[in-house]
């Protein structure tokens, strides 16, 4: 497998075949008792029976091993798929979805990633750490047991960038974070607002890709998901989280979730820290979900511009009607 950029949108694409024989799916390779088939990276709690327990990807995207070190071929790039590619085993339970559990076993999970998230950047040759989660079978999970993905890449993903470069434009002008200005007005109009507990939010987003898009943001300023500001509760986060996917799982079962957090800025190309100089301000933490309700339209696979038949508005008020119970 190697790396290749394209030269026009600069976004690196995984190309070639995943190298290593699949993992027998059954038994269930999560579950307690199969310990042997990986070894842990970390787990949670630090003493006693694991309840998340994060081990390295059976057929990794990006290894460790690996060297990053870019090659040209003629105009193009391509590089090795240097890199972390890690499981993020949610719970014991084999068919406990995550929006069955508990606040607490929630927070947890929560708690890890913002763990991996530290640790991996700790090595200074990762630019970004992803994590996400496929969550049904539409959604392309790999495992029915609930899980979350978190890999380390050696550059920023396309959309991040986006992200980063708009939200460092708008700074620039306005001297404002734009993730800040979004939530309040979602706030103060609250026709796209589905919910909220503590310091943090659930909203549709104005110009949502599918239907129900629900993003999770904390209204106080901060830049890293993995470094809650003092006072910051993420139990609130965790409740917010739990009630957003019982709600969701009434119009959709399946769907993507991806945290957006700031990048690497502890590596040392100096260009770089000085290109993110304003990041700690203008950039904002936030979680995207996005429910697959129906197959893609056929316009965004050809012209890459998002059709969705649902107005956010509509699927706020929806979402907002639907009790999300309790567990
Ligand atoms: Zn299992
Ligand atoms: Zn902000
Ligand atoms: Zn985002």
Redesign the pocket.
Known sequence: MELRKDPITRSWVVVGHRERPPVAAEPCPLCPGQESLSKTVFVLPETGEWQVRVIPHFDPLYRIESEAARQAEGIYDRMLPLGAHEILIETREHHLRTSQMPDEAIERILDAYAHRIRDLKLDLRFKYVTVFKNCGPLAGEEWSHSHSQITATTFVPRRILYELRAARDYFQQKER?V??DILRQEERQGKRLVDTEGEYLAFCPYASRVPYEVWLIGRK??HQFETPRPGARRRDLAALLGRTLRRLGQVAADYHLVVHTAPNTQHTKAELSDYWKTLAEDY?WHIEILPIVEQRSKSYSIKEVYFNALPPEQAAERLRQIDPGAV
């Open positions: 974070c993730f800040c300023h901060n904002h």
